[in-house]
């Protein structure tokens, strides 16, 4: 697990990085596809501390990983994540429509 979140910021710091070069049409498309997968694999390390018994399949939409992360959240205790949730989904139909 502590691998995956290495990797994870890795990717992240990657996209920061490409970010700063926002002249280059390429480097923008590369750091929304890195900000994609870091956000992707801090889902799923989450679903696996919290229920390693509980699989994501690879072909998982985005959507339903929040929705899997926002129930083992619930089931956890944690009432506030529904908040994350509506933010994310936000920010998911926003990008959708441009």
Avoid at 44 to 72: A, G, H, M, W, Y
Avoid at 76 to 95: C, H, K, N, P, Y
Wanted: charged share 25%; no cysteine.
């Amino acid at each position: 697990m502590i691998r995956k979140l290495a990797i994870m910021k890795r990717i992240y710091q990657n996209a920061v990085l490409l970010t700063s070069n926002s002249y280059s049409i390429m480097n923008r498309i590369l750091s929304v596809i890195h900000f994609d997968m870091a956000t992707e694999i801090l889902l799923r390390s989450i679903i696996n501390s919290i229920d390693p018994k509980v699989r994501t399949d690879t072909e998982t939409t985005f959507p339903k990983l929040i929705q899997q992360v926002n129930d083992l959240l619930i089931k956890s205790g944690f009432s506030e994540s529904s908040i994350l949730v509506m933010r994310v989904r936000t920010a998911t139909l926003s990008r959708k429509r441009r």
